[in-house]
T-cell receptor, first 113, second 113 residues
């Protein structure tokens, strides 16, 4: 069973629309992360969370919000999607007792037209 | 904050040859280091994690070297085979916030038969 799952796997959105990307983990990890992956930039951290109810800004938070309603779920929200947010988004979970190791979901490919 | 430079961005080798990917990082107090492998269209899989207390780590078909003096981390694939064709990313745990890691920009390795 995959420990980190993401939905949807593919999404096409229109400029100005709202997009919600969801992530679920069964690792019982405290920490969860949202990254985007673009050619030439590797993975860049958008938001992360230390546990239910907490969200922290990562390195590129502008234009994104995050929500962590429970230990298992972490959402990334694009209130007003723009074409520059076209990317592949990865969710990861990590435990503070696991030497900061992060385990990744399968990714969501988002296209904003 | 921590910055990680990864080289080369692209690498092509013949089957049976070795392949070396190098990352340099800026924070000499960084303690945890990771290598991830990403096959085309797939997510990131943890290849190896190393700690600053160990300079040489060996896996199946590869060796990871950590040079703390030069703040350099390298992945050496010995006798590469086509199944090694993938993108490889290093990641360094931030000493100021061990819940975060900084990723290199990736190396796309192609192993030719």
């Amino acid at each position: 069973e995959a420990a980190v799952t993401q939905s949807p796997r593919n999404k096409v959105a229109v400029t100005g629309g709202k997009v919600t990307l969801s992530c679920n983990q069964t690792n019982n990890h405290n920490n969860m992360y949202w990254y985007r992956q673009d050619t030439g930039h590797g993975l860049r951290l958008i938001h992360y969370s230390y546990g239910a109810g907490s969200t922290e800004k990562g390195d590129i938070p502008d234009g994104y919000k995050a929500s962590r309603p429970s230990q298992e779920n972490f959402s990334l929200i694009l209130e007003l999607a723009t074409p520059s947010q076209t990317s592949v988004y990865f969710c990861a979970s990590g435990g503070t007792g696991d030497q900061d190791t992060q385990y990744f979901g399968p990714g969501t490919r988002l296209l904003v037209l | 904050g921590e910055q990680v430079e990864q080289r080369p961005p692209h690498l092509s080798v013949r089957e049976g040859d070795s392949a070396v990917i190098t990352c340099t990082y800026t924070d000499p107090n960084s303690y945890y280091f990771f290598w991830y492998k990403q096959e085309p269209g797939a997510s990131l899989q943890l290849l190896m994690k190393v700690f600053s207390s160990t300079e040489i780590n060996e896996g199946q078909g590869f060796t990871v070297l950590l040079n703390k003096k030069d703040t350099r981390l390298s992945l050496n694939l010995t006798a590469a085979h086509p199944g090694d064709s993938a993108a490889y990313f290093c990641a360094v745990s931030s000493s100021s916030n061990t819940n975060k890691v900084v990723f290199g920009t990736g190396t796309r390795l192609q192993v030719l038969p």
